[in-house]
C-alpha cells in the first residue's frame, strides 16, 4: 500500500526546497530591499503577470560558487542564481488569446542582481523558448553587471557567453519591454538598452560600466547614482517612460506590452467628444502650441503614452488607441525649435515609426512643421544623414499611415512626415486653416526675388514688399487651394479627424502584433 502523498519523504524535500526559492526565506533581504524603497524581484512578477499563470524556469539554480561556500548557504542565500523567469498571461482579462509573454527579472537581493554562469545559462535558454514562441517580453534588468566571483565554471574572458546575442537576435521579432530601477550597469544595461522601449524609475542610474569599472579603468571614483543618472538618460532619449517607482513601472509595462497584444473592445458610447479639436490651433500662425491635448483627444480617452518625451521634444512620439485600435502617432511640437526637424527628432520618429512598422500598428502623423532644421550649427550634427533617415523609414512604411495637416507643412520636413510625399499616406487631410509649401513662405519669397530685393536701398520698403509678398504667398498657399489641386485629399472640419482617421484604418488591413520579416534594428 503507497503512502499518502503529503508523507513521501521526496515531496516533502521537494517542499522545503521551493519554500527556500520564495521570499519568505530571506526576511532579512526582503526587509533590506523594503527599506530601500524597493520591491523584491517576485513581487514585481507577482504583480506584473495574471494570478497563477507564472511558469517559472530554473528555480533551483545557486550561485556558481561551490568553490567558495557551503552548498546549503548557497541554496539559502542566492536562490534561482539571481534571476527568475519563465512564461505567463499578461493583460489577460483584454486579450485571452494573446495573454502569453515571457518575463524575466534580475533579483537584487541576490548578489545585487549581477550576471551568474547559472543566470546566463537560464536566459540562453528563456530566450530560444521566445524566439520559439514567439512571445512579447518583459525583462527587469536592475544589477551590477558581471559577476567575477563564480568559481565552479573556470573562464578566461567569458565572452563565448551567448545571452548578449540571443538577446539582441530577439530584435524585430517579438515586442521587448525593459523596467530599470536603481543600479544597472554594463550586461544589465545592454539588456535593458537592447529591448524596444525601457521603462525607468526616478531613481535610476543606467551605464555601460559601473563605478568599480569606471575606477579600474582608470578614470577615478564615482558615485553609482552619479553614472548614468535619469536627468542624463532621459534627455539624451535613453529612457522611452520615467516613472516614479516600481509598482508604477509595471503599470505602464502592462500597457505598453498592450499595445503589441492587439484590440480592446470599444463601445460608441464612449467616443470622446471631438469638438474641442476645433480651437486647439492658434489663429496667429507663429503662436507655439501644445500638440499633446490634440492626440489625447483624437485618442481614446487614457489611452495614450507619450515617448521619450524630454529627448528632442520638438518630435513628439506616442502610442495609442482609436476605437480600441492600437496606433503609433508622431507630432511636430512648435514650442520647441518652432517644430523643425533636426537631427535628434528625425532619428526619434525613424526609429519610432520603425517600431511600429515591425509589429503592425498604423501610424497617425500630425503635421505643423516649416521644415528640416537648416545651418552651418545643425550640419555639424549629421543634419543630412539622419534627416534622410526618417525619409527611408517613412518610405519603407507598409502598415496604414494617415497623415493630417494640422497648420503648417513646408518643404521636406513636411514630405518626411508623410512618408516622402503628401500620395504616400492612404489619407491626406488638413485642418482649414492649414497652409502648405515647397519651402518657408517668407524664405520663398526672399530667394525667388532675392535680386529685386537687393535692388531697393531702404530696408523699410524692402521689408515692406516682403511681407506683402509673403501675406500672397500665405493665401495661395490655404490648404483649400491645396486641395482644388488635389496635392491633398481633403480639408476637414477638425472635429471629424478622429471619425475619418478610424473609417480609414478599418478600411485598410490589419496586422497587428505580427512582425515583419525585415527585422527591426535599431542604427543610430
Same mark, same amino acid.
Request: glycine fraction near 10%.
Given at each position: 500500500?503507497?503512502?499518502?502523498?503529503?508523507?513521501?519523504?521526496?515531496?516533502?524535500?521537494?517542499?522545503?526546497?521551493?519554500?527556500?526559492?520564495?521570499?519568505?526565506?530571506?526576511?532579512?533581504?526582503?526587509?533590506?530591499?523594503?527599506?530601500?524603497?524597493?520591491?523584491?524581484?517576485?513581487?514585481?512578477?507577482?504583480?506584473?503577470?495574471?494570478?497563477?499563470?507564472?511558469?517559472?524556469?530554473?528555480?533551483?539554480?545557486?550561485?556558481?560558487?561551490?568553490?567558495?561556500?557551503?552548498?546549503?548557504?548557497?541554496?539559502?542565500?542566492?536562490?534561482?542564481?539571481?534571476?527568475?523567469?519563465?512564461?505567463?498571461?499578461?493583460?489577460?482579462?483584454?486579450?485571452?488569446?494573446? &495573454?502569453?509573454?515571457?518575463?524575466?527579472?534580475?533579483?537584487?537581493?541576490?548578489?545585487?542582481?549581477?550576471?551568474?554562469?547559472?543566470?546566463?545559462?537560464?536566459?540562453?535558454?528563456?530566450?530560444?523558448?521566445?524566439?520559439?514562441?514567439?512571445?512579447?517580453?518583459?525583462?527587469?534588468?536592475?544589477?551590477?553587471?558581471?559577476?567575477?566571483?563564480?568559481?565552479?565554471?573556470?573562464?578566461?574572458?567569458?565572452?563565448?557567453?551567448?545571452?548578449?546575442?540571443?538577446?539582441?537576435?530577439?530584435?524585430?521579432?517579438?515586442?521587448?519591454?525593459?523596467?530599470?530601477?536603481?543600479?544597472?550597469?554594463?550586461?544589465?544595461?545592454?539588456?535593458?538598452?537592447?529591448?524596444?522601449?525601457?521603462?525607468?524609475?526616478?531613481?535610476?542610474?543606467?551605464?555601460?560600466?559601473?563605478?568599480?569599472?569606471?575606477?579600474?579603468?582608470?578614470?577615478?571614483?564615482?558615485?553609482?547614482?552619479?553614472?548614468?543618472?535619469?536627468?542624463?538618460?532621459?534627455?539624451?532619449?535613453?529612457?522611452?517612460?520615467?516613472?516614479?517607482?516600481?509598482?508604477?513601472?509595471?503599470?505602464?509595462?502592462?500597457?505598453?506590452?498592450?499595445?503589441?497584444?492587439?484590440?480592446?473592445?470599444?463601445?460608441?458610447?464612449?467616443?470622446?467628444?471631438?469638438?474641442?479639436?476645433?480651437?486647439?490651433?492658434?489663429?496667429?500662425?507663429?503662436? &507655439?502650441?501644445?500638440?499633446?491635448?490634440?492626440?489625447?483627444?483624437?485618442?481614446?480617452?487614457?489611452?495614450?503614452?507619450?515617448?521619450?518625451?524630454?529627448?528632442?521634444?520638438?518630435?513628439?512620439?506616442?502610442?495609442?488607441?482609436?476605437?480600441?485600435?492600437?496606433?503609433?502617432?508622431?507630432?511636430?511640437?512648435?514650442?520647441?525649435?518652432?517644430?523643425?526637424?533636426?537631427?535628434?527628432?528625425?532619428?526619434?520618429?525613424?526609429?519610432?515609426?520603425?517600431?511600429?512598422?515591425?509589429?503592425?500598428?498604423?501610424?497617425?502623423?500630425?503635421?505643423?512643421?516649416?521644415?528640416?532644421?537648416?545651418?552651418?550649427?545643425?550640419?555639424?550634427?549629421?543634419?543630412?544623414?539622419?534627416?534622410?533617415?526618417?525619409?527611408?523609414?517613412?518610405?519603407?512604411?507598409?502598415?496604414?499611415?494617415?497623415?493630417?495637416?494640422?497648420?503648417?507643412?513646408?518643404?521636406?520636413?513636411?514630405?518626411?512626415?508623410?512618408?516622402?510625399?503628401?500620395?504616400?499616406?492612404?489619407?491626406?487631410?488638413?485642418?482649414?486653416?492649414?497652409?502648405?509649401?515647397?519651402?518657408?513662405?517668407?524664405?520663398?519669397?526672399?530667394?525667388?526675388?532675392?535680386?529685386?530685393?537687393?535692388?531697393?536701398?531702404?530696408?523699410?520698403?524692402?521689408?515692406?514688399?516682403?511681407?506683402?509678398?509673403?501675406?500672397?504667398?500665405?493665401?495661395?498657399?490655404? &490648404?483649400?487651394?491645396?486641395?482644388?489641386?488635389?496635392?491633398?485629399?481633403?480639408?476637414?472640419?477638425?472635429?471629424?479627424?478622429?471619425?475619418?482617421?478610424?473609417?480609414?484604418?478599418?478600411?485598410?488591413?490589419?496586422?497587428?502584433?505580427?512582425?515583419?520579416?525585415?527585422?527591426?534594428?535599431?542604427?543610430?
Amino acid at each position: 500500500m503507497s503512502q499518502p502523498a503529503e508523507d513521501r519523504p521526496d515531496l516533502t524535500e521537494l517542499r522545503l526546497r521551493r519554500d527556500l526559492t520564495r521570499d519568505e526565506a530571506r526576511p532579512e533581504a526582503v526587509s533590506r530591499r523594503h527599506d530601500a524603497g524597493g520591491r523584491t524581484a517576485r513581487e514585481n512578477v507577482s504583480d506584473l503577470v495574471d494570478e497563477g499563470s507564472f511558469v517559472e524556469y530554473g528555480r533551483f539554480g545557486i550561485a556558481a560558487q561551490r568553490g567558495r561556500a557551503e552548498i546549503e548557504d548557497l541554496i539559502a542565500r542566492t536562490p534561482a542564481d539571481g534571476l527568475i523567469g519563465g512564461t505567463a498571461s499578461i493583460n489577460g482579462d483584454l486579450f485571452s488569446e494573446r &495573454a502569453r509573454c515571457a518575463v524575466i527579472s534580475y533579483d537584487y537581493t541576490v548578489l545585487a542582481g549581477t550576471q551568474g554562469a547559472i543566470g546566463h545559462l537560464k536566459k540562453d535558454r528563456l530566450f530560444e523558448l521566445i524566439e520559439r514562441m514567439k512571445l512579447p517580453t518583459v525583462f527587469f534588468a536592475e544589477g551590477g553587471g558581471g559577476r567575477p566571483g563564480d568559481t565552479d565554471f573556470p573562464v578566461v574572458s567569458a565572452l563565448h557567453v551567448r545571452a548578449f546575442a540571443l538577446w539582441a537576435k530577439l530584435s524585430g521579432l517579438v515586442p521587448r519591454v525593459a523596467i530599470v530601477k536603481g543600479r544597472c550597469f554594463a550586461g544589465n544595461a545592454v539588456i535593458a538598452g537592447c529591448a524596444d522601449l525601457i521603462v525607468a524609475t526616478e531613481d535610476s542610474s543606467l551605464g555601460m560600466g559601473g563605478p568599480a569599472m569606471i575606477s579600474g579603468g582608470g578614470l577615478g571614483d564615482v558615485d553609482a547614482d552619479e553614472v548614468g543618472p535619469v536627468s542624463v538618460q532621459e534627455p539624451n532619449g535613453v529612457l522611452d517612460v520615467v516613472v516614479s517607482d516600481e509598482r508604477e513601472a509595471v503599470a505602464v509595462a502592462k500597457k505598453l506590452i498592450g499595445y503589441f497584444q492587439g484590440h480592446v473592445a470599444w463601445k460608441d458610447s464612449e467616443e470622446p467628444d471631438q469638438l474641442p479639436l476645433r480651437e486647439m490651433v492658434p489663429e496667429r500662425e507663429r503662436r &507655439a502650441f501644445d500638440v499633446r491635448p490634440v492626440i489625447e483627444t483624437l485618442a481614446d480617452p487614457g489611452s495614450v503614452t507619450f515617448l521619450r518625451e524630454k529627448f528632442a521634444p520638438e518630435m513628439v512620439t506616442a502610442l495609442a488607441r482609436i476605437k480600441g485600435r492600437p496606433v503609433g502617432v508622431i507630432a511636430n511640437d512648435s514650442r520647441h525649435l518652432a517644430g523643425t526637424i533636426a537631427s535628434d527628432s528625425a532619428d526619434k520618429a525613424a526609429r519610432f515609426i520603425q517600431l511600429c512598422e515591425t509589429f503592425g500598428l498604423p501610424v497617425i502623423s500630425l503635421i505643423d512643421t516649416p521644415g528640416f532644421m537648416v545651418g552651418p550649427k545643425h550640419e555639424e550634427t549629421a543634419l543630412v544623414r539622419h534627416s534622410s533617415r526618417l525619409l527611408v523609414a517613412g518610405a519603407a512604411l507598409t502598415v496604414p499611415l494617415v497623415s493630417v495637416v494640422l497648420r503648417r507643412a513646408y518643404g521636406l520636413g513636411a514630405q518626411a512626415m508623410v512618408g516622402g510625399s503628401l500620395h504616400e499616406p492612404l489619407l491626406t487631410v488638413a485642418w482649414p486653416s492649414a497652409h502648405l509649401g515647397p519651402m518657408g513662405l517668407e524664405g520663398a519669397v526672399r530667394l525667388a526675388l532675392r535680386k529685386d530685393l537687393e535692388e531697393i536701398e531702404d530696408e523699410k520698403e524692402r521689408e515692406a514688399l516682403v511681407r506683402k509678398l509673403t501675406g500672397k504667398a500665405e493665401e495661395n498657399a490655404r &490648404a483649400l487651394n491645396a486641395a482644388q489641386l488635389f496635392e491633398i485629399d481633403d480639408v476637414i472640419d477638425p472635429a471629424d479627424t478622429r471619425k475619418l482617421i478610424a473609417a480609414t484604418l478599418e478600411a485598410s488591413p490589419s496586422r497587428v502584433a505580427e512582425p515583419r520579416l525585415n527585422r527591426f534594428v535599431d542604427t543610430w
